[in-house]
């Protein structure tokens, strides 16, 4: 759904442009579905993958919640090379039903909503600061960084959520959204399109607060399935977190009090939903 404003604009805070510029989004009219080539992987994009992966791995151990921990374990999501995703899918699908959707890129509200409502997650090969992913680009500036990419890469998807979709009741927690967020962009209830697209960004603010960029307080527990003991009085929830070096040491500086760059706020399903929020950089 294209970046537009309606009458109830005015009740969100933080109220940001949520504009992807030149990225490319994809909907159901246009060649989406994109298999994995699993064999075409270059030796380059497997070390842009094992840079990140090594980089981050300490961090997430000590500091993500068990969810993704326990689900990490189970899966062949290698340290030194593009996960295989017709490895991982059959694991996810027996324990959650969930499967993985190789596309080609960004997804619209529409298509996303419909494929987590059928327990099914987007996944794609592309990894960010790759010349596939430069290629794709080619005269248009987005941010292209190791710490963060607007647009999911194969380690945003596969390194941030599947791990997640192996506990069932995260996996039943995505599916609901996806059902919910179709049947608003559907207009099941006849809300009519301003109150549609009031509660699209509603359910996106929840979304982005929660499996993107949520934390959850730490009890302790987690530590007997850690090398080091979390130090923060955090687990890191959200995929976007997971999956950004960047955004996981800020979560962590800020935790500690020797950074001031992001707020914790307490959770409020009110609060959050009314809560714009920029995914550009």
């Known amino acids: 759904?294209?970046?537009?404003?309606?009458?109830?604009?005015?009740?969100?805070?933080?109220?940001?442009?949520?504009?992807?510029?030149?990225?490319?989004?994809?909907?159901?009219?246009?060649?989406?579905?994109?298999?994995?080539?699993?064999?075409?992987?270059?030796?380059?994009?497997?070390?842009?993958?094992?840079?990140?992966?090594?980089n981050i791995e300490p961090l997430i151990d000590q500091y993500v919640c068990k969810e993704y921990l326990l689900g990490m374990r189970t899966l062949p999501i290698p340290k030194d090379r593009f996960p295989e995703f017709d490895s991982i899918s059959p694991?996810?699908?027996?324990?959650?039903?969930?499967?993985?959707?190789?596309?080609?890129?960004?997804?619209?509200?529409?298509?996303?909503?419909?494929?987590?409502?059928?327990?099914?997650?987007?996944?794609?090969?592309?990894?960010?600061?790759s010349p596939r992913f430069d290629e794709k680009?080619?005269?248009?500036?987005i941010e292209n960084e190791a710490g963060y990419v607007p647009e999911p890469d194969i380690f945003h998807d596969i390194q941030g959520h599947i791990p997640f979709l192996m506990n069932k009741d995260y996996a039943d927690f995505m599916h609901d959204i996806g059902i919910l967020g179709y049947e608003i962009l559907n207009d099941e209830r006849g809300l009519g399109k301003d109150l549609v697209y009031h509660n699209l960004k509603r359910l996106q603010n929840f979304a982005w607060w929660t499996y993107e960029f949520g934390l959850i307080q730490n009890d302790g527990i987690t530590d007997k399935f850690r090398r080091h003991s979390n130090d923060i009085d955090y687990e890191i929830y959200g995929a976007g977190i997971v999956s950004s070096y960047d955004e996981t040491l800020n979560v962590v500086g800020c935790a500690k009090n020797e950074l001031k760059t992001s707020e914790f706020i307490p959770y409020d399903i009110e609060e959050i939903v009314m809560t714009c929020f920029d995914y550009s950089s």
């Open 137 to 141: 680009y080619t005269g248009v500036k």
């Open 1 to 54: 759904m294209p970046e537009q404003t309606n009458k109830y604009d005015h009740l969100f805070k933080n109220v940001v442009s949520n504009s992807m510029g030149g990225i490319k989004i994809f909907s159901s009219k246009d060649k989406y579905k994109k298999p994995q080539e699993y064999n075409n992987v270059t030796n380059l994009e497997n070390g842009i993958w094992e840079k990140l992966f090594i």
């Open 91 to 129: 694991l996810v699908e027996n324990s959650t039903e969930w499967q993985l959707a190789p596309v080609a890129g960004f997804l619209d509200e529409t298509l996303y909503f419909y494929l987590n409502a059928n327990r099914k997650f987007p996944v794609t090969d592309i990894i960010r600061q």
